[in-house]
């Protein structure tokens, strides 16, 4: 996945163009692959707290706000999450909070996070205009556990501490920072808490504060490889500007323990097959089998297939490569993969070889193609016929050069707008897919436990000649 910080000169207290603009910055980002686009703090009104205090009601927003329609709007066209940051609505007529609204890439709110720590003494600055949260900002998009933090937030070494502690892999920070010495800070936030981190800093002259534009991205090592201009008030326009960074490979794969160490609650639900269960749906042949295991699924997932269907364009059509996989099956595919790998990368650990074999080839013990809630498959024309998904179903991550990634960079447009089709058919009906192949969809598996924040998975690994 690709992720981007937008910076850009909000208009002081115009919801309805700041939105305007950050609905045309999520499209932007799009169009150059990212899946995920993060704005600064109170980028939604400006840093202007004399603004904010003269008129509360005008400039606040609610989780189900009119004025961010734009930006649903946006992130459904385009399928691309944003974060954006604006002085929330307090509950029952309280004070307001500054705060993160997460919008998923169907339009809906995933989480609200309201700034814990404010700046200012006691009646002053934001402290004297704002409530504190009480709750830490997580999400999980793309197989990417994500931390949310807000300016002086980050000035506290157990807000990252408690995100790595939970398992977040990439921190997002929307700020109203005025220094460069201030901005390098995160630098060290990352080396010293193995996070990669993301800054959307604000800029312009706010009040009473100015911002100094600056946003950037750091690897865990502390290394920053992206950085937008520094704001100077000398250039036109409202300086707008998107840093990108590349996420992929703080995805959590099949192979990580969390993973595994999901409980599994077998509900018992029987394995169907598709092609008599679901005539309506296509079931392609190539991975035909002599006992028809390929074309068999849980009960509940051939359903969720059928409601994907229904969601999809006119003129569109799912279409089923492979679902059951008997476990002894799986094994052979994993160790297959695995010895590719060793023979490739000799000098690499067994631990190493693990965990890239799982990118393409899930380990056996916990595989959800042997659980029966997983499938492979595509989109096909009304007639059966091939579209452009970017690479073949089953291509690996070597032979695709890592464009087998559903949020893979560098894709085609059709091959782009394919896969957003794609997703958010399958994801409107309850299934999740594994980032590291656009084929791959599940439901009731432990990696759909883990993506979804179920307390345990469904449906464990069976064998081909249980009762069914």
């Not at 402290?127 to 999400?139: I, K, M, N, T, V």
């Not at 050069?401 to 409107?428: E, F, I, K, Q």
């Amino acid at each position: 996945m690709i992720i981007a910080a937008a910076q850009f000169l909000p208009v002081p207290g115009d919801i309805e163009a700041n939105a305007a603009r950050m609905a045309a910055l999520l499209t932007e980002a799009a169009t150059r692959g990212a899946g995920l686009v993060v704005f600064a703090e109170l980028a939604l009104t400006h840093y202007d707290l004399d603004r904010i205090a003269a008129d509360p009601t005008g400039m606040t927003v609610t989780d189900d706000d009119a004025r961010l329609a734009p930006v649903r709007e946006a992130c459904r066209a385009s399928g691309v999450a944003a974060v954006v940051n604006a002085a929330g609505r307090g509950a029952g007529g309280g004070r307001p909070t500054i705060s993160s609204f997460v919008i998923g890439p169907d339009g809906t709110l995933l989480t609200r996070y309201d700034k814990a720590h404010l700046f200012g003494g006691e009646g002053e600055g934001e402290s004297a205009l704002f409530a504190p949260g009480s709750a830490d900002g997580r999400f999980t998009l793309g197989g990417i556990r994500f931390a949310l933090a807000t300016c002086f937030d980050n000035s506290f070494p157990e807000v990252p501490a408690r995100a790595a502690a939970d398992g977040c892999r990439v921190y997002l920070a929307s700020s109203f920072h005025g220094s460069a010495q201030r901005v390098a800070r995160y630098g060290d936030l990352a080396r010293e808490h193995g996070l990669q981190v993301l800054l959307a800093n604000g800029a312009g002259t706010g009040s009473p504060a100015s911002g100094c534009g600056l946003s950037g991205a750091w690897l865990p090592s502390g290394e920053r490889v992206a950085a937008a201009a520094e704001w100077t008030g000398a250039a036109a326009g409202d300086g707008a500007e998107l840093v990108l960074s590349d996420v992929r490979d703080r995805i959590t794969l099949m192979g990580d323990p969390a993973v595994a160490a999901i409980p599994v609650r077998e509900c018992g639900e029987p394995l169907v097959d598709v092609r008599t269960e679901a005539p309506g749906l296509l079931v392609a042949t190539v991975c035909e089998d002599a006992r028809g295991a390929f074309a068999r699924l849980r009960a509940r997932v051939l359903r969720r297939l059928l409601a994907a269907q229904e969601a999809l364009p006119d003129g569109l059509r799912l279409q089923l490569v492979e679902g059951y996989r008997p476990p002894e099956l799986q094994r052979r595919y994993f160790e297959e993969y695995a010895d590719d790998l060793r023979a490739a990368h000799p000098d690499w650990e067994a631990g190493r070889i693990h965990r890239a074999a799982s990118r393409y080839v899930s380990p056996p013990e916990i595989a959800p193609h042997s659980a029966g809630g997983a499938v492979d498959l595509t989109l096909v024309t009304g007639q059966g016929a091939e579209v452009d998904m970017g690479t073949p179903i089953n291509a690996s991550p070597e032979e695709s050069d890592g464009a087998c990634y559903t949020a893979a960079p560098g894709l085609t447009p059709a091959a782009r707008a394919n896969r957003r089709v794609l997703n958010a058919a399958l994801r409107s009906a309850g299934l999740v897919n594994y980032p590291t192949e656009w084929w791959h969809w599940s439901y009731g598996d432990r990696y759909w436990a883990l993506a979804t924040g179920a307390d345990h998975a469904l449906y464990g690994p069976r064998e081909e000649d249980e009762e069914c």
